[in-house]
């Protein structure tokens, strides 16, 4: 059977790890005294976060895939992903699909030391308090 409730539980321990490591070897003070501690610790964390988002990429495939572009990646994480409307006797809902790509398989992270990154932006859009409260009301909330 899958558990994707474990599979989602034992990812966020590892960001969470990940979260700690950051916090402990604080590369943000370690830089002023020791420049390849510093480099260490971040490289370190990015190849972690380069795994996750592989974990992550069944829950937030949008997020994964805008993550792998912010490592410089040229080639997409799974192939294309999209969404479409599909009817049937229950009415329209907004679907998930994916369109293969070929010779694009499942691997660990490919993040060479001194790899260019590109510019980040936010993964997730703030949500004002009334949209979460119409949600949750959507919810039963």
Same mark, same amino acid.
């Given at each position: 059977?899958? !558990?994707? !409730?474990?599979?989602?539980?034992?990812?966020? @321990?590892?960001?969470?790890? $990940? /979260?700690?490591?950051?916090? $402990?070897?604080?590369?943000?003070?370690?830089?002023?005294?020791?420049?390849?501690?510093?480099?260490?610790?971040?490289?370190?964390?990015?190849?972690?976060?380069?795994?996750?988002?592989?974990?992550?990429?069944?829950?937030?495939?949008?997020?994964?895939?805008?993550?792998?572009? =912010? =490592?410089?990646?040229?080639? +997409?994480?799974?192939?294309?992903?999209?969404?479409?409307?599909?009817?049937?006797?229950?009415?329209?809902?907004?679907?998930? !699909?994916? &369109?293969?790509?070929?010779?694009?398989?499942? @691997?660990?992270?490919?993040?060479?030391?001194?790899? &260019?990154? /590109?510019?980040?932006? +936010?993964?997730?859009?703030?949500?004002?308090?009334? $949209?979460?409260?119409?949600? !949750?009301?959507?919810?039963?909330?």
């Amino acid at each position: 059977a899958v !558990r994707l !409730r474990s599979a989602l539980s034992e990812t966020m @321990k590892l960001a969470t790890a $990940v /979260n700690q490591y950051l916090d $402990v070897q604080a590369p943000w003070s370690a830089v002023k005294t020791d420049k390849d501690a510093a480099a260490k610790t971040i490289y370190t964390a990015l190849k972690a976060i380069d795994s996750l988002k592989v974990m992550f990429a069944p829950f937030i495939p949008f997020t994964s895939e805008r993550l792998h572009g =912010f =490592f410089g990646y040229e080639t +997409p994480l799974f192939g294309e992903q999209y969404t479409e409307t599909a009817k049937d006797s229950l009415g329209e809902h907004l679907v998930l !699909r994916y &369109k293969p790509v070929e010779n694009i398989q499942w @691997k660990p992270s490919e993040l060479k030391p001194g790899a &260019k990154l /590109n510019q980040p932006g +936010p993964l997730f859009k703030k949500l004002e308090v009334d $949209v979460i409260e119409m949600e !949750r009301g959507k919810l039963g909330n």
